[in-house]
């Protein structure tokens, strides 16, 4: 199964960014046959993404960020190419239970307790019901929701039921955390304050990250490489390695360092759109 | 909250709730009155009033009121049949409708129990196979379109030659009447869940039955309790219907029939008002369950 101590040791050893591969992309295509002209939604995308790194697919709208991100969790297939997630295919992977996906919305299930939400993929993996408890209430303390255990999804503000689902995607330890836009339909002062914890979460994990947002500021201040994309068909126009130190807090975006990658990334963005 | 006006606002409540329908019930009292009276009129002119003697109005309403056999009985009478059927006689004599009440309860609720189990079965087979789907739902759809007047008979005869009397034959018709609202029902509520919810179990690579279980199910369950409401309820009918053909000599349906045989239409409006009686305690039991099982589900159901 996974071994999640150890893994956090070693990429505390090295440098994320000479870590292991965890994500290996080469020449894939995702081709969706319509009525009149093909769509391609991803075309020739090559992209590896080393164990350790915070990874952000930034892009406008139908750029295929997300089509990106759900080849990698085995949502969708690919038309051609070669995917692999930890060495393997993406569906074996999964199999493998090696990421936890973090949706645009919380989906919580109404009918479940915080705790019971956070041990639903525990309970599917066959754990004990003791075992997933004591697992589910220590990943709830990690995301600062100790105390609301037995509280139903909808006594919890969005920001709160997102950072269950957050528990919830990291609870069996995942080698992978995948997340879809997890705070866009938040207001601007919670979604700081979650990027800072997730910021905080990832500096003492070191887990690998894929994370996709359409803001230039949250891939930048969360992101140790940042994946520009642009849309038709859907590509990858360029790959920044983020300068800016492992260490970070929200005053860092205040700083020339920050301003400068944020402009690298608005630069990209731009010559995408011009192509 | 204030525990001094809590009494009173629940009193306030019920009030808000009963009034209105007890208005509609003097109304309907008062029109029955009316009805009775006007359609009784021509059979007590000619056979309870002096025909060589003049009468006057009020002995003509007096004997609209009190007929041995009335066109339309008043509610008096009902009610007064009603009771001394449950309080003259013993509860398995067949003059005692509370005894024609078990034999049809029986069959409605083995007819429920097997019809929301198909029904439950019916769904989880179609939710999971596109095939099933095509080549079941519409046969389930043209099943109810066959009148259970028609299919009972039917099976009474082919169960009974295979050696099946008594309940089985009943509890069939009345399980025939409810799967169907409990599969269309549960078909809905098993894809119910959105495809966020159903990509979230997949990323677990979560199993089918997995799947089913703990995200299908629990989702379902708000489809599944008004389903069961109106099944329970077209149960009854079912039942009721399968006492007839039967020539069956209990049960709330061969109450009325033989009512019927002997123009004794007081018999036929009591068993009528038991069976509405009866219709409205299993809807009401089922609401319980509703409510039980809804509140240990948690949430906001």
Redesign the interface.
Known sequence: MNHPQDSSFLSKLRPPATGRLAVEIRQASVVYPTADAPVHALADIDLNIHEGEFVSLIGPSGCGKTTLMRVI???EPISAGQVLVNGVSPHEA??A?A???V???P?L?????VLANVT??L???GRSKADSKVIAQEHLERVGLKGFENK???QLSGGMQQRVSIARALS?EPKILMMDEPFGALDEITRDRLNEQLQQLWQRERRTVVFVTHSIAEAVYLSTKIVVMSPRPGRIVKVIDSPLPNERHLGLRDTPEFVAVAHEVREALADGHHV | MDTMSKPAGFVRKIGHKALPVLVILLFILVLWYVAAVAMNAPGAIERVLPTDTPWTWQQLLAATMDMQRPVLPTPHQVARDFWSSLVDWPIDSPRNLLFHVAVTAESTLWGFLLGTLLGLVLAVLIVHSRTLDRALLPWIVASQTVPVLAIAPIVLVILGSLGFSGVAPKAVIAMYLCFFPVTVAMVQGLRSP?K??T????????SKW?ALW??RL??S?PFLFPALRVGIAAGLVGAMVAELPTGAVAGLGARLLTGSYYGNTVQIWSALVMSALLGLALTLAVAGVEKLVLSR????A
């Open positions: 969790a085995d949502l999964r199999l239970r990421y936890g996906y949706f645009q919305a989906a299930f109404p009918w479940r307790t639903l993929p309970q599917i993996q139903y999804p909808w069996f | 959105q966020i919810e990509e979230m179990m997949h990323t677990y690579a979560a997995q703990l995200l629990p989702a369950l589900r948690g949430g906001q």
